[in-house]
């Protein structure tokens, strides 16, 4: 029998008819019962209530959030219910560590670069130790490592504003690293060093400006935060005497120092990118719970509304 000579019965052509009209008449039933999708204001609006500030470098900065009065953990609390303040400081961490690690490590922070508004880099103090040191970074690589994670930085989000943290200060004129003592004095530290690597980073920021612009500004912890002298002669300058109030183990911040830190932190956001200053970031939700609709009546829209208005 050719196909066109094929008939279907009678019984199954009506059975396919039927059939084919409950599938009509089901995806119809749908359109009409189905609830519609959530709408997706209330979401987006919490997520973008939320900036991210993302602190970066060695224990300066990891010290800053796991010990009492950190800076980091100061920083918290002032952007409270505005600021999502990331923290990522890596004790003995030099810049060429961090600088391969950098990348793949803001991706894993946020794939929406634009929620970062802020950075802050505070690097160097592993740098300086003394070559004997697998921490030891020359000067001048130093110098590199820093521009490259400025240049990083910027590139990841060029919109963010960039805080470039000097190495500190120490309050001791020598200091042995780790296991080291004077009598074995194969790794050290220098209050001179420290001085140097300041220099290297307030003049690569200086150099950085003409081509990232206003986000990018320096903190210089020794004449803003610490001392208040420009030059310094360390055969008199007694650090001990001027520093030791300031430092918990000659170059770690105590709870004073990470607080005069965390208020120099502050200062510059204020004086620079008031755009980023806590009085001018609105809470995330309302604070106004006087006038939130009573949890009693259990009104869903009312509460959205008010959420998220």
Known sequence: MSILQFRVPAASATAAAACALLVLAFAYARTQTSPAPPAPFAVAHHAAGYPKFVLL??????????????????????????????VRGFASYNSYWLSLALEPMLIGITRNPSEVKMFTLLIGTNDYVNPPS?????LDKYASNLRKLVLQLNKFSPTAKILVISPP????????????????????????????????????VKELQTIVGPGLASLDTWNEVFLKQQNYDFGKFNASVQLGEFFSDFRHMNAEGNRL????????????????????IAAVLPTDYQNAPPASAEEDDAVKNWLFE
């Open 57 to 86: 470098g060695d224990s300066l900065t990891e010290f800053g959030l796991s010990q009492p009065g950190g800076w980091c953990t100061r920083l918290m609390a002032h952007y409270s219910r505005k600021v999502d303040v990331v």
């Open 134 to 138: 697998n921490k030891h970074v020359p």
């Open 169 to 204: 200060p120490m309050s001791v004129s020598i200091i042995y690293d780790g296991e080291q003592t004077p009598e074995n004095t194969k790794v050290y530290a220098t209050i001179a060093n420290a001085k140097l690597y300041r220099d290297a980073c307030l003049a690569t």
């Open 261 to 280: 830190l965390f208020e120099a932190v502050v200062k510059v956001i204020d004086d620079r990118w008031q755009e980023l200053c806590q009085s001018k």
